[in-house]
């Protein structure tokens, strides 16, 4: 979406584009911080330590919605349901459907 601006570690490290996200978490430490920086590296096992686990276990779907998948799903699921009603019934979205209702226009 932004062409200027470099892809995500995580999303890199996914694609097997190592030397790549390495690159990235090198500029986004600054400091004249090189790939071999120890930080760096650090950085970049953290990151990919993570995302092996996360590949390690698969959920189905089934198991996500009944709460038998990793913690704070369920949770996560709700609170962005009950965000998008909210939403919904805001005082912005509700004053202009019930001025159209009218027959005024905003």
């Given amino acids: 979406m932004c062409p200027f601006l470099p892809d995500s570690p995580r999303l890199l490290i996914r694609k097997e584009k190592h ?8 500029a986004l430490e600054g400091n004249g911080a090189t790939q071999k920086s120890p930080s760096v590296l650090t950085q970049y096992a953290i990151i990919k330590d993570i995302m092996d686990k996360e590949r390690a276990t698969e959920y189905s779907w089934w198991q996500l919605v ?3 998948g990793p913690s704070g799903v369920v949770r996560r699921m709700v609170l962005g349901a009950w965000m998008q009603c909210m939403n919904q019934v805001s005082p ?12 005024l226009t905003t």
């Fill in 19 to 26: 030397a790549e996200a390495l690159e990235v978490l090198a």
């Fill in 66 to 68: 009944t709460g038998r």
């Fill in 92 to 103: 912005p979205s509700s004053c202009n459907s019930s001025v159209r209702g009218r027959g």
